[in-house]
């Protein structure tokens, strides 16, 4: 599965942005699809999480209450609605996708879009 990002760009604080992942290839509805971040200087860390299926979601700490993911399997994408954006928001985002793995650690993530940017001013 190929994936491609996009819905980034330049935000004060409190204002919201919507990312889409857009997935090609075959058997989208089987893939779990991730979303991940990568600040200056930080390692890439775990955002959010919709598994194949009945969808469970689950979210990091930081982003829980303010981000939603969503899936629409067929139109084959993956959305995160990013509410309330504070300035320690700013990254570099990516989607991901996989069919088993540990859904919080990148290495167990296969495929990845290649990422959009978000700044958010405060």
């Known amino acids: 599965v190929q994936l491609q990002a996009s819905g980034g760009g330049l935000v004060q604080a409190g204002g919201s942005l919507r990312l889409s992942c857009t997935a090609s290839?075959?058997?989208?509805?089987?893939?779990?699809v991730g979303w991940f971040r990568r600040a200056p200087g930080k390692e890439r860390e775990f955002v959010a999480h919709?598994?194949?299926?009945?969808?469970?979601?689950t979210y990091a700490d930081s982003v829980k209450g303010r981000f939603t993911i969503s899936r629409d399997n067929a139109k084959r994408t993956s959305d995160l609605q990013m509410n309330s954006l504070k300035p320690e928001d700013t990254a570099v985002y990516y989607c991901?996708?996989?069919?088993?793995?540990?859904?919080?650690?990148?290495?167990?993530?296969?495929?990845w879009g290649q990422g959009t940017q978000v700044t958010v001013s405060s």
């Open positions: 991901a996708a996989q069919l088993v793995g540990d859904h919080r650690l990148p290495g167990a993530w296969g495929y």
């Open positions: 290839g075959h058997s989208f509805r089987s893939y779990s």
């Open positions: 919709i598994s194949w299926g009945a969808g469970a979601t």
